[in-house]
C-alpha cells in the first residue's frame, strides 16, 4: 500500500522560500522513479489546484509541468533513492496559502486531472502573511 507524507510547510513572511517534502513508502526506488508525482494545492474555500508535475523518469523522461503562476518560482523535483519529492517554492505570494498535497497515481502517466491520482498524503498547511 502505497502512502505519502508531506512535510515542510509552516507561516513564513511573503517574500521567502519554503521546501516541502513528501516521503513515500510500499514502494521500491524502481517503482519509484517510474511513478507520476504531483504537487496538488488547495486554498481556503476553493477547489484544489495543481501546483506542479513529475512524470515517470522510466518512461516520460522524468518530464515536469508547472502552473503558469508558480513558472520559475518553484521546483519540484525527486529523490529515487530516498523515495521522496520537493517542492522548492521561493517568492511565496500570500494568495500561495494553502494546504500542500503531493499525490500519485498507481498506473499511467501524469495527468491534469485530479481524480486521476489515487493517493493522497495529509497534506502540509503553508501561510503566507503579507
Known amino acids: 500500500q502505497v502512502q505519502l507524507v508531506e512535510s515542510g510547510g509552516g507561516s513564513v513572511q511573503g517574500g521567502v522560500s519554503l521546501i516541502l517534502s513528501c516521503a513515500a513508502s510500499?514502494?521500491?526506488?524502481?517503482?519509484?522513479?517510474?511513478?507520476?508525482m504531483v504537487w496538488i494545492l488547495q486554498s481556503p474555500g476553493m477547489a484544489r489546484d495543481g501546483v506542479a508535475l513529475?512524470?515517470?523518469?522510466?518512461?516520460?523522461?522524468?518530464?515536469?509541468r508547472y502552473a503558469d503562476s508558480v513558472k520559475v518560482r518553484f521546483t519540484i523535483s525527486r529523490d529515487n533513492a530516498e523515495k521522496t519529492l520537493y517542492l522548492q517554492m521561493s517568492n511565496l505570494k500570500p494568495e500561495e496559502t494553502a494546504m500542500y498535497y503531493c499525490?500519485?497515481?498507481?498506473?499511467?502517466?501524469?495527468?491534469?486531472?485530479?481524480?486521476?491520482?489515487?493517493?493522497w498524503g495529509q497534506g502540509t498547511q503553508v501561510t503566507v502573511s503579507s
Open positions: 510500499g514502494y521500491t526506488s524502481s517503482l519509484f522513479s517510474s511513478a507520476c
Open positions: 499525490a500519485t497515481r498507481s498506473t499511467g502517466w501524469c495527468t491534469s486531472d485530479q481524480y486521476d491520482y489515487n493517493y
Open positions: 513529475i512524470d515517470s523518469d522510466i518512461d516520460r523522461d522524468g518530464r515536469i
